[in-house]
């Protein structure tokens, strides 16, 4: 993704990359990049945004960052002066407005895009998340920027079919995986906790993704993949490699200790990745 990373373990998208304080704090500790929080023109405004904690890992119904485009374009600007390494998470309401805001970030100097179209906690749920529209979102992003980009998309039905509509759209890379759905039940009122079905995220959908990413693998799909999903230590990241992501990231067990639990991570990863064996598609140790 035309990045040069220190270490295989970048930070995801979330409520932790939305800020400019915290993006430098985590690349300060140790993070190999950072994906920041997905910019959007018009984020949802009248949704209730909270977090879950559950015994292993957490639920949330939260969407896009608040923050505006333009107080985006001048954070990637400073971030870009000071050469760090950072992906711009990006989303809009339809694919030509995601071309626009994929123009004006590259003006910016940011080197990568994600493109977070695969959040299923808009109101819609992302029922419609289908080839066509993967393929319709990319496209246009391709059209529009330079840029290398890859994009987000949740494991489940038709995984390598959108993985497909990717590539054909002119994606250089896929992050595998964005969150899942979840639900939790309140003790007290026998009610769904927020409210409904968010997006879970945590250490129980680490195998369901590595499962995916080792078929992707084994069916011939070649691209780069960033491998997402309930990693909490070094051995985790290694997994992750091991089985064919040509990196990983790292979100939700940053939410306990956020500087300490990834420096953790980092160390601990450096100690489990082998350096001499081969890794899949010649992953830099």
């Known amino acids: 993704m035309g990045l040069s990373l220190k270490n295989p373990v970048i930070v995801g998208s979330g409520l932790l990359t939305d800020q400019e304080r915290n993006i430098r704090t985590l690349l300060a500790a140790g993070a190999g990049a950072v994906v920041t929080k997905t910019i959007h023109p018009n984020p949802p405004k009248d949704l209730d945004e909270r977090i879950l904690r559950l015994p292993v890992g957490m639920i949330n119904s939260t969407t896009y ?94 995984l390598e079919d959108r993985v497909r509509a990717a590539i054909a759209g002119g994606a250089d890379a896929i992050t595998v995986s964005d969150t899942i759905s979840g639900a939790a039940v309140s003790p007290d009122t026998g009610e769904l906790e927020l409210g409904g079905v968010f997006g879970y995220s945590g250490p129980g959908i680490k195998p369901l993704v590595l499962a995916a990413i080792w078929r992707l693998r084994k069916r011939g799909f070649v691209l780069p993949i960033m491998g997402v999903g309930g990693i909490s230590s070094g051995r985790d990241v290694a997994d992750y490699l091991h089985v064919g992501a040509n990196v990983t990231q790292v979100y939700t067990a940053l939410h306990t200790d956020m500087r300490a639990t990834l420096q953790r991570i980092v160390t601990e990863a450096e100690q489990a990745i082998p350096r001499t064996a081969e890794l899949p598609l010649g992953v830099a140790t």
């Open 65 to 158: 960052s608040k923050r505006s485009v333009d107080h985006w374009l001048k954070v990637l600007r400073s971030l870009t002066e000071d050469q760090l390494p950072i992906i711009a998470s990006l989303h809009a309401d339809t694919p030509s407005e995601l071309g626009d805001l994929a123009a004006q970030v590259q003006g910016t100097g940011c080197r990568a895009l994600e493109l977070g179209i695969s959040c299923l906690n808009e109101e819609s749920g992302l029922e419609d998340d289908n080839p066509d529209r993967v393929y319709a979102y990319t496209s246009e992003t391709r059209a529009r920027t330079s840029l290398p980009l890859s994009v987000k998309l949740a494991i489940g039905e038709g």
